[in-house]
T-cell receptor
Framework: KNQVEQSPQSLIILEGKNCTLQCNYTVSPFSNLRWYKQDTGRGPVSLTI?????NTKSNGRYTATLDADTKQSSLHITASQLSDSASYICVVGVNYGGSQGNLIFGKGTKLSVKP | DTAVSQTPKYLVTQMGNDKSIKCEQNLGHDTMYWYKQDSKKFLKIMFSYNNKELIINETVPNRFSPKSPDKAHLNLHINSLELGDSAVYFC???????????????FGSGTRLTVV
């Protein structure tokens, strides 16, 4: 069964600190892995996307890693800001070939950055 | 200049009513989707249309009927609303069906539906 598990469920950190969010997946056939940021009351916005051959990708203060062997990914946030408070969702793409595919969503990690 | 816009943003209605949620995208994308995000925050795909044709129809009660008058619009009509339909519904679009698994996936801001 295709599944994406994220940890922790929620996290509170102080402004300026770093943090790392985890994502484990059992998805096949794997196509890519992406991290989304979802602000309260808004739709998800893509942060990074990685294919099988990529093991790290950065977007400003966000750095995602991917270990396709262990089927794990992490999202590291550096020097957190209050505006980083949001849910971070790990999403794994499944490509069945042709135009058939799907996205499997994790439940997300709710990050709160406090002053 | 919103790329994917949904209306209404909030919808409160009684059980048994019929309601519609509208979605429009101005990105020139060929593929549009409806997702449901329940209280557990899971996002699950409901429908996908490519150039006005239905290409994904997940296990969703047939009370839910999508309608795509053109490739820039995908509306969701719900008949005989039930308490369990309460959720946030997100519209999304991508350049083509394969963009679902690569990139170019844009979400709307969501419609919070509350059935009382």
């Amino acid at each position: 069964k295709n599944q994406v598990e994220q940890s922790p469920q929620s996290l509170i950190i102080l402004e300026g600190k770093n943090c790392t969010l985890q994502c484990n997946y059992t998805v096949s056939p794997f196509s890519n892995l992406r991290w989304y940021k979802q602000d309260t009351g808004r739709g998800p916005v893509s942060l990074t996307i990685m294919t099988f051959s990529e093991n790290t990708k950065s977007n400003g203060r966000y750095t995602a890693t991917l270990d396709a062997d262990t089927k794990q990914s992490s999202l590291h946030i550096t020097a957190s800001q209050l505006s980083d408070s949001a849910s971070y969702i790990c999403v794994v793409g499944v490509n069945y070939g042709g135009s058939q595919g799907n996205l499997i969503f994790g439940k997300g990690t709710k990050l709160s950055v406090k002053p | 200049d919103t790329a994917v816009s949904q209306t209404p943003k909030y919808l409160v209605t009684q059980m048994g009513n019929d309601k519609s949620i509208k979605c429009e995208q101005n990105l020139g994308h060929d593929t549009m989707y409806w997702y449901k995000q329940d209280s557990k925050k899971f996002l699950k795909i409901m429908f996908s249309y490519n150039n006005k044709e239905l290409i994904i129809n997940e296990t969703v009660p047939n009370r839910f009927s999508p309608k795509s008058p053109d490739k820039a619009h995908l509306n969701l009509h719900i008949n005989s609303l039930e308490l369990g339909d309460s959720a946030v519904y997100f519209c999304a679009s991508s350049q083509d069906p394969l963009s679902r698994t690569t990139d170019g996936y844009t979400f709307g801001s969501g419609t919070r539906l509350t059935v009382v």
